[in-house]
């Protein structure tokens, strides 16, 4: 018999019991539509998390005062703080000659209000250079200058989200006035809108001068200390230098013992690799759990073709008295279970692609913005997964009818 | 006398291994058919008549004894051998029909073409062999819309479809009332006739051995008697 005979002729056995066939191909589409589901959602995430990293600026690396890198390192007892003058002499091209930008930040969460409405947020003292070490640009007004800097002006640099908490609008803002922890302030830009990233809306925030926050809202034990350094890289080859250029400096400067930093840089590199870890652990881990289902709905098949090889046995013995041979009997309940997963395979691609739509459109509804993404790979390997399910599931029933004795099969009642 | 034997059975042994206890179901039963014969097989329930029927259908091996069908010696063949055998040498009758009930006439009478791997032609042989039993109009109705004469017919049209060298018919009127069944009868004696058919009945029935050529007589697994009769050629 030829392969078409014989899925023609699964193809009816399998109609002729349509409910039992449905149930079975029930248990192969959920298994299928999950693994496409969980896959679909797991590289959406990835990239929306790669893409907020991205965002954040290019080329970035993070000082942060206290020992031990990510993922590693000791913790060192009573580290000193970043100050203006660490800031200073990694701006040095001579020490640094990587090292493009310097930015030092103060940073905290105050209560700003403007116009009778109040939200707390987080309110940034920053120099000049914060601006395009951020990418930062602005929908309207002007960035915060060196001007600004020596005079310690109560000016403000706000946020769009920002703005429509306090003002309920976007524009035409400049000159308007918000007051910062009971302290006046006035608006001379508003930023354009970034979207969420993963720390915080970065729409949602005011900067304000350095020298400002440092003498007037912000005030810390030291009075040049820094709570982070952002440090922009010339390019992204000298990552990897700048990042040893700055830990030099700082442990000069700081005295360190050898292998005890007092401090953290952190390159953006870094954040997308830590990001990429974690969202591939997340997604094999939500496939594999979507996987077992898969094979939940294996194990349903290879019982369906027990039972129908049990329900069949004298038409098995018949056959093998019309000279069918082990193969062609193998042939016959192969191909029946893999026409079951197949099925399976192919609607529950189409329902796993459904999942993942309204899991893009739920996400879209509560202002998130998150696309699930259906890679050819993960089609590819739910189909291969599911036939490769049918087949390996269907042999154990198939065998089991090829090795039938005829006189016995034919005896059978 | 030069006689052209379709069977030849000799000294056929057969042992089921049941636990502990060995039941022999054959002792050394012989048997020649010669080709165009007209045989019943006939004995007590026990007397080793359908261990007989499987090993001349080559449904089955025997334990020791030589078995020759239609010049192949068949004793030792593997499984997939024995298929191809059963598929050319060998049409079944058997008591209760086994049709696929799912599947048309025209279907159930191809299938021993289909496992034989012919494509062509296969419908219409499978078309003439349900002529040859008076079914032409009834090609495509199912084994449920029809009686149990017609699918005996049915069964009778698959047997003959590959021009087997011995149909095996075992019962082949058990199932059905004394009308049909003497219909039955003269429809696979009129093929014998006609086609030179070797036909092998295995019956309980003397009414139905009575219309037969020869009766082997089988009790305990060894063959007690055989009966010459209507003109057997022994």
Known sequence: MNLSQAILEALESLSSNKMRSGLTVLGIVIGV??????????????????????????????????GGRM????????????????????ADPFAAPSVELVAPVLQDSLIVSAAGQTT????????????????????EGDVITEEHLLGRASVAVIGPETADTLFGRRDGLIGEQITIEGQPFRIIGVLTAKGGGMFGSEDNQVLIPYS?????????????????????????????SAVEEVSAILRTRHRT?????????????????????????????????????????????????????????????????????????????????SLLSLFGGIIGIAFGWLIAFIVEKVAIASGTPFY????????????????????????????????????EALRYE | ???????????????????????????????????????????????????????????????????????????????????????????????????????????????????????ENRRQRAADALK?????????????ELSGGQQQRVAIARAIVNEPAIIMADEPTGNLDSKVGKEIMQLLLNLNKERGATLIIVTHDPVIAAQTQRIIKLRDGMVEDENMQNGGVQ
Request: aromatic share 6%; with cysteine.
């Open chain 1, 120 to 139: 707390t947020t987080n309110v940034s003292g920053v120099t000049p250079d914060y601006f395009p070490l951020r990418n930062y640009t602005l929908t």
């Open chain 1, 33 to 66: 539509a999950a693994v496409i589901a969980m896959l679909a959602v797991g590289t959406g995430a990835q990239d929306s998390i790669t893409g907020s990293i991205s965002g954040i600026g290019t080329n970035l690396l993070f000082v942060f005062r206290g």
């Open chain 1, 212 to 240: 400002t926050a440092q003498t007037r809202l912000i005030q810390r034990r030291t009075r040049d200390q820094v709570d982070m350094l952002l440090v922009q890289v010339v390019d992204s080859e000298s990552v990897p």
């Open chain 1, 257 to 337: 013992e050898i292998g005890a930093d007092d401090f953290t840089v952190f390159s953006q590199q870094d954040f997308l690799s830590t990001a990429a870890t974690i969202t591939s652990v997340l997604t094999i881990f939500l496939g594999g759990i979507a996987a077992i289902s898969l094979l939940v709905g294996g194990i349903g098949i290879m019982n369906i073709m027990l039972v129908s090889v049990t329900e069949r046995t004298k038409e098995i013995g018949l056959r093998k008295a019309l000279g069918a041979r082990k193969r062609d009997i193998l042939t016959q309940f192969l191909t029946e279970s």
């Open chain 1, 372 to 407: 699930p993404r259906i890679g050819l790979d993960a089609i590819l390997l739910a189909t291969i997964f599911s036939a490769a399910v049918g087949l390996f599931f269907g042999i154990y029933p198939a065998n089991r009818a090829a090795n039938l004795e005829p006189v």
């Open chain 2, 132 to 144: 040859a039993v008076g079914l032409e109009d009834r090609m495509t109705h199912r084994p449920t």
């Open chain 1, 71 to 90: 993922g590693g390192g000791t913790e060192v007892r009573n580290p000193k703080p970043l100050t203006l003058q660490d800031a200073a002499a990694i």
């Open chain 2, 1 to 119: 006398m030069n006689q052209d034997w379709v069977v030849v059975a000799d000294d056929l042994v057969k042992t089921y291994k049941m636990g502990e206890v060995e039941v022999n179901a054959l002792q050394g039963a012989s048997v020649k058919i010669a080709r165009g014969e007209v045989v019943s097989i006939m004995g007590p329930s026990g007397s080793g008549k359908s261990t007989m029927m499987n090993i001349l259908g080559c449904l089955d091996r025997p334990t020791s004894g030589e078995y020759m069908l239609d010049g192949e010696v068949v004793a030792n063949m593997t499984d997939d051998q024995l298929a191809s055998v059963r598929n050319r040498k060998v049409g079944f009758v058997f008591q209760s029909f086994n049709l696929l009930s799912r599947q048309t006439a025209l279907f159930n009478v191809e299938l021993p073409l289909r496992y034989a791997g012919q494509v």
